[in-house]
């Protein structure tokens, strides 16, 4: 029915308001009345003549589409989609991603906070990453709902109703502005209808992305998340009905750092955890998803304080390089964990007293209990790629997994020994010593 709408609205917008009062039968009826179907031949056209995708922002953001960040609240959802639009005002790829196409104009629509409050965070949004109004010119637009309301549609004892002249306003200013993608935070706050109707949901979403195609602007719609129960946000996770999710050709879930993220990189400081947030690439249609991208919410003051009263701090986020779970080890480090398994039985299980991670740990130089999560990759990237392999043995009467070198490493290749320093031994001698 959502799609019914959106061809009505194209040819009669008049016509359009009417609809939910109308039988499906009756309201398919009216549409096809305006003409009949056809069916349009292909046209063969040469691959390398066809235009190429118009990603603005990495493969985050795509001219004529609808991106969805979907997070649950205190995520950072407002302070990294503000980040993604002065990355694109400013043409610097501030949180890792390129901008293929250079700086772009943009319009953040934020219906929950005060103009004060959101000058507020781009202020030190600016102030942390070096950004002034020579870096953006004149493409950064900021709008408060709480000034300048949005509502994009109502639903009522009438029915639905689209607000067409509200799109056509948006339209007018995006072309005006040459606007290259609007962010509009929350979505939510953006149309009067019940967030589980998924007919209604379906038909906004989708006239979104009629606004997108028509203007050539990317659309970024920000979401919550429904009740999770402790568990990760997914691209299926937004609250209320799926149609946004379905319209989207982007979705962006975020997800503050969980235990297996902190223990797989190695953060044991709690204060540390609580500002990093992982931002997947849950869905993109148009591209192959990319790897995760962690960013961490830092406090920036605005030094507006004067006398007894002090500076406000607001949050900003900021692209965070996650530890490389191999810094410090080289080829070296393996040889000798494949030669200290040729000469003693280790155990896969991690519950083991004699589990392989405590091996590892003594090469390298690591604690098997406080680096345990970083052993743990390196000894899944070893398996993954060869150098290390399970051997099934019966012990007592139980088939037990031992690890066992794979494929060896060749000498050549080893090089000169890393410092003492590198490998975390306090001697020549107790990195030869047989660690069993």
């Known amino acids: 029915m959502a ?26 009826a009216r549409i096809h009345a305006h003409g009949a179907l056809r069916a349009t031949p292909y046209r063969w056209p040469d691959p390398a003549s066809l235009p190429t995708r118009q990603w603005l922002l990495g493969h985050w953001l795509l001219r004529g589409e609808v991106t969805a960040i979907i997070a649950p609240g205190g995520t950072g959802k407002s302070t990294i989609s503000g980040t993604m639009a002065l990355c694109l005002a400013s043409g610097r790829p501030l ?11 943009v319009w953040i629509f934020n219906l929950e906070d005060g103009a004060d409050e959101l000058e507020r965070q781009m202020a030190a949004a600016c ?34 109703a689209l607000a067409e002249e509200v799109f056509a306003q948006l339209a007018a200013t995006i072309r005006d502005r040459q606007i290259a993608t609007v962010v509009v935070d929350p979505f939510v706050s953006s149309h009067a209808v019940q967030e589980n109707s998924n007919g209604a949901i379906d038909a906004i979403t989708k006239r979104w992305k009629r606004l997108a195609q028509e203007t050539g602007c990317a659309v970024v719609l920000v979401h919550h998340t429904k009740k999770l129960g ?20 982007v ?33 993109v249609s148009r591209a192959p998803a990319g790897a995760a991208t962690w960013i961490k919410l830092e406090s920036q003051s605005l030094d507006n304080g004067s006398g007894l009263e002090p500076s406000d701090f607001v949050g900003v986020a900021t692209l965070w390089e996650k530890p490389d779970v ?36 003594k090469v390298a130089g690591l604690s098997a ?15 993954k790629n060869g150098a290390l392999a399970v051997e099934h043995r019966t012990v007592n009467g139980r088939d037990v997994p031992f690890v066992i070198a794979g494929k ?7 090089g000169t020994r890393p410092h003492l320093q590198t490998c975390g031994a306090e001697s020549a001698e107790s990195v030869d010593d047989d660690p069993c």
């Not at 949180?95 to 104009?105: E, I, N, S, T, V």
């Not at 109004?133 to 029915?159: F, M, N, Y």
């Not at 797989?264 to 947030?277: F, Q």
């Open 3 to 28: 799609d019914c709408w959106d061809e009505l609205g194209e040819q009669d917008q008049s016509a359009t308001m009417d609809m939910a009062a109308l039988h499906p039968g009756e309201a398919a």
């Open 95 to 105: 949180l890792g991603k390129p901008l293929p196409r250079g700086p772009q104009a």
């Open 127 to 160: 102030a942390f990453h070096g950004i002034g109004p020579e870096d953006c010119g004149d493409r950064l637009h900021l709008d408060s709902g709480l000034v300048q309301p949005l509502c994009t549609a109502i639903e009522d004892r009438d029915g639905f």
């Open 230 to 249: 402790g568990r990760e946000v997914t691209a299926e996770d937004g609250r209320g009905a799926v149609a946004l999710r379905d319209a989207a050709r």
């Open 251 to 283: 979705v962006l879930p975020l997800n503050p750092m969980g235990e297996k993220d902190a223990e797989e990189l190695g953060i044991t400081d709690p204060a540390l955890r609580r500002t990093l947030v992982r931002i997947d690439e849950g869905k």
């Open 326 to 361: 191999f810094h410090g080890l080289t080829t070296w480090h393996l040889y000798m964990v494949q030669q200290r398994l040729a000469a003693g039985d280790w155990r896969e299980s991690v519950q083991a007293n004699d589990w392989v991670g405590h091996l590892v740990a």
């Open 369 to 383: 209990e406080t680096d345990k999560g970083r052993i743990k990759a390196i000894l899944r990237t070893w398996r």
């Open 408 to 414: 060896p490493v060749d000498p050549s290749e080893i």
